[in-house]
């Protein structure tokens, strides 16, 4: 396989989306000269606006985007040019209304938002390839172009669609999967409830039926829409590397989504891009957003990913849109880029006039240049140049989190589980949050990896398990690491069937437990878990536990009706290595105290005091580690410095300590050593 493209711009990424079609030729050149004095070296366009450059069916108007393209070219500023296929045209949409989605209930959705189309339709994929195709014959040798941006957000509005081209891709897809009924009948174990099929065409997505929809059905369905997604991102991906085979190409992911399998996606991109929208209302959405930046630079094993959009104040979309206040903006950015990404962009540059999007801030807002947010993007641009050394460097991790989109969907899709309140994604940003705590980033990991530089693999579910992946993490396990694996996990295998023998499965050997029974825990009801004479607090999940012998009990439950029984195990490996399993959802402490021993037993260190307003991060290339310290608190921060370290920033460090301001950051750049540095406060 050709190794990735790259992003053509020699520095780190500064800018924003822009839409120049809303705004006259005056304002563009002056947009043009406020982007060169805020730093400003790329922007995203035009997205949305396949309207205005095929206005009529075949007949373009490309001439003001070719002007817009001269006038930011001629000030120095590249272009990530999107295909401009986010949304299709009315003409488009009016002409062939078939390729409308329909929801699970079969109603037909209308024109008036945007992704208004089915993914599946081949009227929609047909003239997306032809609009790729003439944005990319016409701008394709244009030396402003860096980066093909292809559609937007994919799944944000539309992820599935139950509309009959979606039902006829389906069972095409199920064709492919399953080859024959027969194949297909036995995998969806259609002797439940009378749900055999005798023809092809019997088969419809599961839309709204009268009690419970078979599992692996909608499991399937699940796997199907995001691979018609996926389909449709290739149909563009072809289109230009056909005409333009040296340009990177990316779409713009949305963070942790569940409706789309970023994994694949990633594989046939050349730049992983993000768009990331921490609430400035939620004193730790920046503790989820470092798993949201865990997952982007590890969707191609650790290389730079780019953040696309972030805002540079409030948004418009949540029913409450609080502003950042003043120095979020920087340290927002700062965390983006202390976690891999090779820049900070923003959605927008310009705050809009009219439309949907309006209220959201952008980095030149409503009051031009005396706004509170261009005053802020031009401190920040300043800043990012101090930054060029760390451009291109990777991030360090000892702590690798398995994420599985199969276990993501088969423990959500159905109602029929044990219970509703296990959340896959809510579990995940637990288990991250308390090695935040601890002092640690987590990178993602998939369950079939082979974990190499990780002390520590932590799998917070893996509902449906396969021989394979039980293999890898016995490999890791047998190799000295550290696997702690959480509940719900080893149930079922990829068509949604019982394991032999009930959970964990193929993981039974390996954790030393099995699972007699699942015993979740009624709502506003908490039991209580015992470990090293500590109690902690436990809701939402538990499980009867059987032990094999040889394996350690850690943690017991000490109230409710498994009183007295195991609920922590540790089973130790042939060597160094062990196999922790969490039977049980602990309150917050109970992970951090569960974690630390993890840690100790990998030989990392841990915060004495779990801390969620200090983050530490390094980027790191062969002589020089670069180590971000965070201060996401309000009130100031001192922290101990690595030996020898200046700061990027111009911050001082004063007899190996550094203190910052609220929202403040240091960039330590010292000699890079063995062990990734370990920073507490001082």
């Not at 030396?143 to 389906?170: K, M, Q, T």
């Not at 996606?265 to 949201?292: G, I, R």
């Amino acid at each position: 396989m050709p190794e990735p493209r790259s992003i053509r711009l020699d520095a780190l990424a500064y800018g924003g989306d822009y839409n120049p079609d809303q705004w006259s030729e005056e304002t563009w050149l002056e947009d043009a000269r406020l982007m060169v004095e805020a730093g400003v070296n790329i922007v995203s366009l035009p997205v949305f606006s396949w309207p205005q450059l095929e206005p009529t069916p075949g007949v373009y108007n490309w001439g003001w985007l070719d002007r817009v393209i001269e006038v930011l070219w001629d000030a120095g500023i590249k272009i990530d040019l999107a295909t401009a296929t986010a949304t299709p045209p009315s003409w488009l949409i009016r002409r062939h209304p078939e390729m409308l989605p329909r929801n699970v209930d079969g109603q037909q959705l209308e024109f008036g938002s945007r992704q208004a189309y089915c993914p599946s339709s081949p009227i929609w994929r047909e003239n997306v390839a032809r609009m790729t195709r003439a944005m990319a014959e016409r701008y394709g040798n244009h030396p402003a172009l860096a980066l093909w941006h292809i559609s937007n957000e994919y799944g944000d509005h539309v992820s599935r669609c139950w509309c009959p081209a979606s039902a006829a891709h389906f069972r095409a897809w199920l064709r492919n999967r399953y080859t024959t009924l027969e194949g297909l009948n036995e995998a969806w174990g259609v002797g439940v409830w009378g749900q055999r099929y005798t023809e092809w065409d019997h088969i419809e997505p599961p839309r709204t039926a009268t009690g419970p929809i078979n599992p692996t059905q909608l499991l399937d369905f699940e796997r199907f829409s995001s691979d018609a997604l996926l389909e449709l991102f290739q149909v563009e991906i072809d289109v230009l590397r056909e005409v333009t085979p040296d340009i990177a190409v990316t779409t713009n992911f949305m963070s942790l989504l569940r409706d789309l399998n970023y994994w694949d996606f990633a594989a046939v991109e050349d730049l992983v891009t993000d768009d990331a929208y921490p609430d400035p209302a939620d004193p730790l959405a920046h503790v989820s957003a470092a798993l949201n930046y865990g997952l982007m630079r590890s969707l191609k094993g650790g290389a730079p990913w780019l953040l696309l959009e972030q805002s540079a104040s409030a948004v418009s979309w949540r029913e409450v849109n609080v502003p950042k206040a003043p120095g979020q903006m920087r340290i927002d950015s700062m965390q983006a880029i202390a976690h891999g990404s090779d820049g900070a962009m923003f959605f927008q540059w310009r705050q809009a006039k009219f439309g949907q999007e309006k209220f959201h801030s952008a980095m030149l807002g409503h009051r031009g240049e005396e706004s509170r947010s261009f005053k802020e993007t031009k401190a920040l641009g300043a800043e990012l140049k101090k930054l060029e050394p760390v451009r291109g460097t990777r991030v360090r991790a000892s702590v690798g989190l398995v994420v599985d989109w199969d276990s993501w969907w088969g423990s959500s899709a159905t109602e029929s589980l044990p219970s509703q309140r296990l959340n896959y994604a809510a579990q995940a940003r637990a288990w991250n949050a308390a090695f935040f705590r601890l002092g640690h980033p987590v990178d993602t990991v998939r369950a079939t990896d082979s974990f190499e530089g990780y002390d520590v693999v932590v799998v917070p579910n893996l509902y449906i398990a396969s021989n394979e992946q039980a293999a890898a993490l016995t490999a890791f396990v047998e190799r000295g690491g550290q696997l702690v694996v959480g509940p719900f996990s080893g149930v079922v295998d990829e068509t949604e069937k019982v394991h032999a023998g009930g959970a964990p499965g193929p993981l039974r050997e390996l954790l030393g437990i099995e699972v007699d029974e699942h015993w979740p825990i009624p709502d506003g009801i908490h039991e209580k878990l015992e470990v090293a004479g500590e109690s902690f607090a436990v809701s939402i999940w538990s499980e009867w536990l059987e032990l094999i012998t040889g394996t350690e009990v850690l943690g017991s439950h000490t109230s409710g009706e498994l009183a007295g029984r195991a609920a922590v195990t540790r089973r130790a490996g042939s060597g160094t290595g062990a196999a922790w399993y969490l039977g049980v959802v602990p309150e917050a402490a109970g992970l951090d105290a569960l974690f630390r021993r993890v840690l100790e037993a990998a030989g990392l260190p841990a915060r004495e005091v779990p801390d969620t307003a200090l983050e530490v991060v390094t980027r790191s290339d062969a002589d020089t580690d670069y180590t971000f310290v965070l201060n996401h608190g309000t009130e100031p921060l001192a922290v101990t410095t690595p030996q020898d370290s200046v700061d990027l920033l111009g911050v001082p460090v004063a007899d190996g300590v550094v203190t910052l301001p609220r929202y403040g950051v240091a960039v330590l750049a010292s000699a890079r050593t063995g062990a990734v540095p370990f920073i507490g406060r001082a």
